[in-house]
């Protein structure tokens, strides 16, 4: 039986220095009915001159490459990807990321076997600049799919594979949390998740990741405000415990603490994880992040249109 076909979806902006290599993990996987879709948000470094002088012999054929008129930012681009897909599977890879060669074949397997609408492969290793593993986490996932998503353990781009007929689109708006977003919106949506542990994602950490920038927060606040009211009773403890946690971590400390006592509120046995209370013990202990130190500014831009509705 003939493979079923593949799209991965590669957005990239100023990506020069990782994007050849996360090209070359899609097209070596061992699942070979694939294509790849670079979407190149408008980059103004040598991304362009990199892709095709690496990979001039196969785009058109085995390579899509689409270049924004201007830049959309990540979410826009991979919706852009889809749109230009031909796959019945979307598979999303971020241009500084990378998979291990079985990752697809892996992964559609679960598809298949699972009936799943969505695949989501928890991220467990975290490499440098030079591909070095510098992190595997060990964390243990809660058996709860619900549990998962509105605490806030699932997102990344890279991790995530779903039948194109059910994608939803990412949201402009919510960046840099409209991955989490994305999966809270198909839960609600009845979609069918899948969440393997599967060690065959990469995840590469430097500085240029928006995760330590305070859009971050105020971007967090906004899919709080939108979904605060459609979080189901069960999860809305961990659901708020999360904005506490990004609250503090943020030097948003009495906001912070308003939100852990709304969490220990809806559920008090929360507080009995030693996973959540060390996590809060560090944040309060952080007198740094209470003085504004180390703290990455979000761009004006954002921060002036989003930040006034934020709060709690």
């Known amino acids: 039986m003939e493979e079923e076909r593949v799209s991965v979806v590669i957005p990239v902006y100023n990506g020069e220095k990782f994007i050849k290599k996360s090209i070359e993990s899609a097209l070596n996987q061992t699942y070979k009915n694939l294509e790849v879709v670079v979407i190149n948000d408008c980059s103004t470094d040598k991304t362009e001159e990199v892709i095709f002088k690496e990979f001039k012999n196969i785009i058109g054929s085995k390579i899509i490459y689409h ?14 990807g889809v749109e230009l897909s031909s796959g019945k599977y979307i598979f999303f890879l971020d241009a500084d990321d990378l998979w291990e060669k079985k990752y697809v074949e892996k992964v559609i397997d679960i598809f298949k076997r699972e009936d799943a609408d969505i695949v989501y492969s928890f991220p467990r290793i975290l490499v440098d600049e030079n ?8 964390k243990n996932l809660p058996k709860d799919l619900g549990e998962i998503i509105f605490s806030s353990q699932i997102g990344y781009p ?24 994305f999966f809270i919106r198909s839960y609600l949506n009845n979609l069918k998740i899948y969440i393997d542990d599967n060690k065959l994602v990469k995840i590469r950490e430097h ?4 995760s330590s920038n305070k859009c971050f927060f105020y971007s967090t606040m906004m899919v709080f405000n939108d979904y605060i009211e459609k979080v189901p009773e069960k999860y809305k403890g961990s659901f708020l415990l999360h904005m ?13 603490i308003k939100f852990l006592k709304l969490a220990l509120k809806e559920k008090p046995s929360l507080i009995l994880s030693k996973r959540n209370l ?15 130190f180390n703290i990455n500014t979000c761009p004006p831009t954002r921060e002036d249109k989003y930040a006034k509705d934020m709060y709690i």
């Open 67 to 80: 270049k924004n008129e201007k830049n959309l930012e990540r979410a826009k681009s991979r919706n852009k």
């Open 131 to 138: 591909d070095k593993i510098v992190r595997i986490s060990k």
């Open 158 to 181: 890279t991790a995530t594979a779903i039948k194109k007929e059910k994608f939803l689109g990412y949201i402009d708006k919510y960046i840099p949390r409209e991955d989490w977003e």
């Open 207 to 210: 500085t240029g990741r928006t």
């Open 244 to 256: 506490a946690d990004i609250s503090l971590r943020f030097g948003e400390f009495r906001k912070g």
């Open 278 to 292: 060390l996590s809060i013990l560090k944040r309060l202990f952080r007198i740094d992040r209470m003085l504004g």
